[in-house]
């Protein structure tokens, strides 16, 4: 029998969906799994017939790969990652490829990366999103490591990921060591903001005009023949108009207390880390958290019970202010998310394409959207664009969307409707859009009681000074400075 192309190692459904997908795009996969009644039964269930080839060890699973040898690992994030790389560097030989297709965490991949590359071998951390059907069908696919690797791993992922309307795949490289896991950190970031941003837009509507489910189903449905077509937006519309077997709208009995795996919690804490203000997704985050204690809520909804005002004005034309408010939010979530990655590209060298990122993310994945197409146009015009706001097409969009917003987040505060992320996003803007901010009295405090000196608008930037404000403090200043 032929060798195989590439192995997989963890056969859970994102482990099988993506054999399935390989084998249904002409590649040859030998599959392995710890617990190897797994890979009896899917050599005797969905695999059966197909050109898949079960292995019951990994001298098995090395013996039937085509060299240089590929290893792609679908278990889960952490030292599962860890352990299999080590049994692999036993049973593989220099110039082979182990892959990590999980949601791993981008300062593991970099010490990984340089581990495997140390004993011979080359590695790639790759970033899958789109799920378990993406699996299957075309996921978007963001892979970095070992440069090397990549004409090894091109066709089969090239082959297998997403395309969009002119045959464009959605998987390039990303860049060295941690890039593709970066990349892939920031998407799921994106992806908290974007699924809080339309969480506040319904319930804006829903509890601020009092509109049903099956009105919301609508609504939702007419905004993704809008520009916020969007997958997130299409699920939005489908869950609104999901009943159970009783006519009752299902997300209605849906406790509100969400859950999360940890990836956007990474994204604000590496925004920190670049000193990046990610604030919007930042507050994504802290959502689910409030979210979480629901208990608690309860109790003090109870204390500080208040109504919703009954809405008195023209129903339509604010229901499109939120629409224009939800696109404006949306695209400070990608401007702050584009503003990071290119901050750590700086930090750790890395050479990102962000027109191809947009591209990666413009099909097979949670965020696709035809919005991202945009994305790529304005940094395929400049790839040294600053942020997303400088554009001449996004800046002409803001312009006409930031009435609406200010109507809209205003309508929410006195109302006492939360939307925190529809406020930061509008905060921010308002802040970078703001000539003077009024750091220059927080740097006279810092001075004040630290002696952290500051710069003056009448001297040349670089150039620091300290006053002693209370006449008893001398003149000595912090040795250092930090802005």
Not at 155 to 175: M, S, T, Y
Request: glycine letters at 10%.
């Amino acid at each position: 029998m032929k060798k195989a192309d590439i192995g997989l190692i963890g056969l859970a459904v994102m482990g099988e969906n993506l054999v399935m997908n390989m084998e249904s795009k002409g590649f040859t996969v030998a599959v392995y799994n710890r617990t190897v009644e797994k890979v009896d039964k899917f050599i005797g269930g969905r695999a059966a017939g197909k050109n898949i080839i079960g292995c019951h060890s990994l001298e098995e699973l090395r013996d039937n790969l085509e060299t240089p040898r590929k290893v792609f690992l679908m278990v889960k994030a952490g030292t599962a990652v860890d352990d299999f790389i080590e049994k692999l560097l036993t049973v593989l030989e220099p110039g082979d490829v182990i892959i990590d297709g999980g949601n791993s965490h981008f300062p593991d991949t970099m010490r990984r990366t340089a581990y495997v590359e140390s004993r011979g071998l080359l590695y790639v951390g790759c970033g899958v999103s789109g799920g378990e059907e993406g699996a299957l069908k075309g996921p978007s696919m963001m892979p970095g490591g070992s440069p090397k690797a990549w004409e090894y791993v091109k066709p089969i992922f090239q082959g297998i990921c997403a395309k969009v309307e002119n045959g464009d795949a959605c998987c390039d490289w990303v860049g060295e060591n941690g890039a593709g896991h970066f990349v892939k950190m920031v998407h799921n970031g994106i992806e908290y903001g974007d699924m809080q941003l339309i969480c506040e837009a319904y319930q804006l509507l829903r509890d601020g005009l009092g509109m049903t489910s099956a009105e919301l189903h609508d609504v939702f449905a007419a905004w993704n023949k809008t520009e916020l077509d969007s997958y997130l937006i299409e699920i939005t519309r489908d869950i609104l108009g999901y009943q159970d077997e009783n006519g009752e709208t299902t997300v209605e009995h849906i406790l509100d207390r969400a859950g999360q795996k940890g990836t956007g919690k990474w994204t604000g804490i590496a925004a920190l880390d670049e000193a990046v203000p990610l604030t919007l997704i930042s507050e994504a985050v802290f959502a689910r958290c409030l979210s979480a204690q629901k208990d608690e809520r309860v109790k003090a909804s109870a204390l500080y019970a208040h109504e919703y005002p009954k809405f008195e004005g023209d129903r339509a034309a604010f229901i499109e202010a939120v629409r224009k408010a939800l696109y404006a939010s949306k695209i400070v979530s990608y401007a702050q998310g584009y503003t990071l990655m290119r901050s750590a590209a700086k930090t750790y060298g890395w050479n990102l394409n962000y027109g191809g990122i947009a591209l990666m993310w413009r099909g097979g994945c949670i965020i696709r959207s035809v919005f991202l197409g945009k994305i790529k146009e304005a940094y395929d015009k400049n790839p040294e664009l600053e942020n997303l706001l400088m554009d001449d097409y996004f800046s002409a969009v803001m312009k006409t969307l930031v009435a609406s917003w200010r109507e809209v987040v205003a309508y929410a505060v006195k109302a006492g409707i939360p939307m925190p992320a529809f406020s930061s996003a509008l905060s921010w803007f308002d802040g970078y859009t703001t000539e003077h901010l009024p750091a220059n009295l927080l740097q006279a405090q810092r001075d004040y009681f630290g002696a952290h000196t500051y710069e003056r608008i009448d001297a040349p930037r670089g150039q620091f000074f300290h006053t002693n404000w209370t006449g008893r403090g001398g003149n000595t200043a912090a040795s250092t400075y930090n802005a």
